[in-house]
């Protein structure tokens, strides 16, 4: 199955806002409300931020947005904090056999 | 306190088999779906499989089906990942992860990673 459609990198400095975004298909993205973002820091395991497209998991702060238009969803991350340094990863379910899909990935750089 | 625990990665040569397993602990297991997702070196996260609660709804990526097979024991807390006919692209990290919530298929959310185990194919 084709991966979901991410940058390969963004960059903002501390206090400002990134967008990421995870282009997919009406069969994925632009037809389910089933997407999901992922943080994974170097050498750590992936951490759910968000969920449902919009919805933020207990305890995930709340710098962290998501969106959806059309078949492209997004990231936002606000009041970008040097800690936020990281590679996220978008999910959606997606009509093929494998009924589930990752975005390729994108590494945020803090300057 | 919620955890998920992997085990069984290692070296093996192409075309060999390797069992991984993933310990569940701190939840009611038979009451999620879990999944493998794998991380080859320096590259992004790839579904590989997802099995339900009661083991009759399971699904693989294309790139395994075939080859792999998922399973779990609810009375042991236990999910597995048998891996068969080895491949050099097989090389990667696997991560179990369960859903965010109870009977919740895995793109709605997987809130819990284990700590990864690490298959090497190789001659």
């Known amino acids: 199955q084709s991966a979901l459609t991410q940058p390969a990198s963004v960059s903002g400095s501390p206090g400002q806002s990134i967008t990421i975004s995870c282009t997919g298909t009406?069969?994925?993205?632009?037809?389910?409300?089933?997407v999901s973002w992922y943080q994974q820091h170097p050498g750590k395991a992936p951490k759910l931020i968000i969920y449902?497209?919009?919805n933020r998991p207990s305890g995930v702060s709340n710098r962290f947005s998501g969106s959806k238009s059309g078949s492209t969803a997004s990231l936002t991350i606000s009041g970008l904090q040097t800690e936020d340094e990281a590679d996220y990863y978008c999910?959606?379910?997606?009509?093929?056999?494998?009924?589930?899909?990752f975005g390729g990935g994108t590494k945020l750089t803090v300057l | 306190q919620v955890q998920l625990v992997e085990s069984g990665g290692g070296l093996v040569k192409p075309g060999g088999s390797l069992r991984l397993s993933c310990a569940a602990s701190?939840?009611?297991?038979?009451?999620?779906?879990m999944s493998w997702i794998r991380q080859a070196p320096g590259k992004g996260l790839e579904w590989v499989s997802y099995?339900?609660?009661?083991?009759?709804?399971?699904y693989y990526a294309d790139s395994v089906k075939g080859r792999f097979t998922i399973s779990r024991d609810n009375a042991k807390n236990s999910l597995y990942l048998q891996l068969n006919s080895l491949r050099a692209e097989d090389t990667a990290v696997y991560y179990c992860?369960?859903?965010?919530?109870?009977?919740?298929?895995?793109?709605?959310?997987?809130?819990?990673w284990g700590q990864g185990t690490t298959v090497t194919v190789s001659s």
């Open positions: 992860a369960r859903t965010a919530g109870v009977k919740l298929r895995p793109y709605y959310g997987m809130s819990v």
């Open positions: 999910n959606s379910y997606t009509t093929s056999s494998t009924h589930v899909v």
């Open positions: 099995i339900s609660g009661s083991d009759n709804i399971i």
């Open positions: 449902d497209v919009t």
């Open positions: 009406t069969s994925d993205v632009g037809g389910y409300n089933y």
């Open positions: 701190g939840f009611t297991f038979s009451d999620y779906y």
